[in-house]
């Protein structure tokens, strides 16, 4: 079992920025990858990006260019980046982990509020 902690959400107004960072315990053996998906009310859970055990990153085509994911493997710690923020990236967003073999391991998450 990964136990996995998100920080970094909040209220900010459309243009601005935030960083989000998951932290996880645990073992991560085996690992496939790391990212985050986000869920906006009445939608399904979507991807926003994930980065894969040997590097390789994969974005929704909404969030290229705007975010960027990255992975400290020293801390286990996985963060997202958000420039450029909408209206429509308010979400919940969660932080999640997929090792080979196993399902996902997936944070509380936490709310990110792009609103003037």
């Known amino acids: 079992q990964v136990q996995l902690v998100e920080t970094g959400g909040g209220l900010v107004q459309p243009g601005g920025s935030l960083r989000l960072s998951c932290v996880a315990s645990?073992?991560?053996?085996?690992?496939?990858?790391m990212g985050w998906y986000r869920q906006a009310p009445g939608k399904q859970r979507e991807l926003v990006a994930r980065?894969?055990?040997?590097?390789?990153?994969d974005y929704a085509d909404s969030v290229k260019g705007r975010f960027t994911i990255s992975r400290d493997n020293a801390k286990n710690t996985v963060s997202l980046q958000m420039n450029s923020l909408k209206p429509e990236d308010t979400a919940e967003y969660y932080c999640?982990?997929?090792?080979?073999?196993?399902?996902?391991?997936w944070g509380q998450g936490t709310q990110v509020t792009v609103s003037s």
């Open positions: 980065i894969f055990s040997l590097g390789g990153t």
């Open positions: 999640y982990v997929k090792r080979v073999g196993v399902s996902e391991d």
């Open positions: 645990g073992s991560i053996g085996n690992l496939y990858a």
